[in-house]
């Protein structure tokens, strides 16, 4: 019903940034929010940031300030821009879309198949 496909990872030094993307395509009626998640091995997944539709965003405490998340509704796409990278940002990062794809449907979740950042020396 809904494919959504997460790009923009890859390796970078402490201190570099990185900018992810996240499309969703299919049988979309409306978007309710579109959010990034993150696993690290041995870890459980946990938010990094999401964004409603009226642009209001929530972040995990541990990217405030370096991390932005932001969407383009006409185009059914999410980013998140990081910066200031560390080596504990290392990890899968997975985009969560809570989208609706029809009148008479609810609101369920779609996931990305994740894209690795890596963050070392």
């Known amino acids: 019903q809904v494919q959504v496909v997460e790009s923009g990872g890859g390796s970078v030094q402490p201190g570099g940034s990185l900018r992810l993307s996240c499309v969703a395509s299919g049988t979309i009626f409306s978007i309710y929010t579109m959010g990034w998640y993150r696993q690290a091995p041995g870890k459980e997944r946990e938010l990094v940031a999401i964004?409603?539709?009226?642009?209001?965003?929530d972040y995990a405490d541990s990217v405030k300030g370096r991390f932005t998340i932001s969407r383009d509704n006409a185009k059914n796409t999410a980013f998140l821009q990081m910066n200031s990278l560390k080596p504990e940002d290392t990890a899968v990062y997975y985009c969560k879309v809570a989208a609706r794809t029809g009148l008479l449907s609810g609101v369920p979740d779609f996931w990305g198949q994740g894209t690795q950042v890596t963050v070392s020396s």
């Open positions: 964004i409603n539709r009226g642009d209001v965003a």
